[in-house]
């Protein structure tokens, strides 16, 4: 379809723009067909903004679906003038966790269960887990919201984009954070409690607060959630009209720091620079002392240090700069359609590799994330020394 001129004509009316923009944008790749790990299931994807339609929409032809994208989600560097400027002196405020996983869009396309990616692909490893945990809640939910896109937050050790383990969710969990219908409308958070009657869970609710209230109580919240190690929180106007915040904690930018230099010359520049920007505004807008601001100082630092000597002394024992994250798939044919799914995407850098298999018939494996520039470059500089 992509190349014909009803193909042309039919997504123009989709994404409702002019079919001479919908041209130019098939030719400089911005809007993408897929065919891939799904048979028979073709669709394209926005890899930017187009005509109205955030990054990783999808568009389904054949089913004359189109799926919006995520809109991204601005951050707060200061509290309080953030707050009361999105939401307004009068305003009120839901806060609920930023859980540290992937943001996927569930949909359903006659009685099949899909799960997308922020970029708007299909993801096969995601769609099969989350089948397979959720798939009945997910089609109870659709039956009677047929037009709807659950937006939920896929996390757990086992999870191949950010491997982090949540007690309430060891191996794999989706938590949902927002749900939207096609025609792109949020639902309120009083809509959105409705999931709740499926079985489906919901990202941990703080309350509902005014702008005054939400000034002094979540500091307050962000200390609780750095305590346990958790990533931060999404603040929302109740009725869901005006766009979310969001706000980390310093716990969530050191564990970042430090994972990203062990993959320095990959990830380091652009991470260090965010993060300790985060925690400057941080520690101002909370008129730390001079002890409180030697421990963040000292936790930063330390991060930043340990990730590198950590890739330094995998690199002088021959080991490659990798990232292995386990994951489990309830059958050969899904482990083959992700194994393919990574090959194409990673043209070969990320693999992965069958472990072991169960007896009733799932399947063990690890995914090797490996990361080309920092493992050129350290062994470079153990030999040569120079950079």
Known sequence: MSGSEEGVNYLSELLGAEEWKVREALK???????????????YYRLVRDFSGHERGTIVVPEHDLVVRGFPKIERALLLEPALRHRFGEEGRVIVEEKMNGHNVRVFEVEGEIYAATRGGLICPYT???????????????????????????????????????????????????????LDGRFWSFREREAVDEYG?????????????EAVEEIPRIIRRLDREGREGVVIKDPERRLGPLKYTTHAAHVEELEWAFTFAFDLGRDFVLTRTIREGFQSFEWEEDEEELRRRAEDVGRAIVEGLRRAL???????????????????????????????RLTGGTHSVEVVDRDEDGRVRAVLRKRYVRTEDKLRQLLREGVL
């Open 127 to 181: 769609t099969h887990r989350v089948r397979e945990r959720y798939g009945e809640a997910l089609r109870a939910f659709f039956e009677d919201h047929p037009d709807a896109v659950v937006c939920a937050e896929f996390v757990g050790r086992e999870n191949p984009y950010v491997s982090k383990e949540y007690p309430e969710a060891p191996d794999v969990g989706l938590f949902v954070f927002d749900v939207r219908d």
């Open 28 to 42: 400089r790749g911005t809007i993408r067909r897929v065919r891939l790990s799904f048979p028979d299931f073709e």
């Open 200 to 212: 489906l869970s919901r990202v941990r609710c703080f309350g509902e607060f005014s702008v005054d």
């Open 313 to 343: 002394e995998r690199a002088r024992r021959g080991e490659g700069a990798v990232e292995e994250v386990p994951l489990t798939f309830a059958s050969m044919r899904w482990y083959r359609r992700y194994e393919e799914f990574v090959k």
